[in-house]
């Protein structure tokens, strides 16, 4: 399941409300701490998925990332969530001022792998 902008945090919350059925979420420039950190912590417990987060650095200040990472170490799944350098909220969007062309790459060179592995092994 991908998702971008708001549509990363609706595939979350997804994964968790049907655990065991999503292998891989996918989240590019989504809010996906926008619950707080409460919230968030309960969606992450009941997630089952491989997930990669996506961050735009506008979205996302270096200590918010640091948080969310250990809160998906907390909850015990496969994950990658990283700031994509140089971006801002919608860089994967090539009709916007915000898009980036190398972050876009950066994008796929993360998505496709991890539904390479998730939906090879479903």
């Not at 059925?21 to 707080?36: E, R």
């Not at 140089?86 to 090539?94: K, L, Q, R, W």
């Not at 790459?105 to 092994?121: F, Y």
Request: hydrophobic share 40%.
């Amino acid at each position: 399941m991908t998702g971008y902008c708001i549509g990363g945090l609706l595939a979350m919350r997804t994964a968790a409300a049907h655990p065991g059925q999503v292998a891989a979420l996918a989240s590019f420039h989504g809010p996906v701490g926008a619950d707080g950190p409460e919230s968030l912590r309960g969606l992450l417990s009941k997630l089952t998925a491989e997930v990669h987060l996506g961050h735009a650095e506008t979205d996302l200040a270096p200590e918010a990332l640091g948080e969310l990472n250990q809160a998906l170490d907390a909850a015990g799944i496969g994950y990658t969530s990283e700031i994509y350098p140089g971006t801002a909220h919608g860089f994967t969007m090539s009709d916007t001022d915000a898009f980036n062309p190398s972050a876009l790459q950066h994008h796929w060179d993360r998505l496709l792998p991890l539904l390479g592995r998730t939906l090879a092994n479903s």
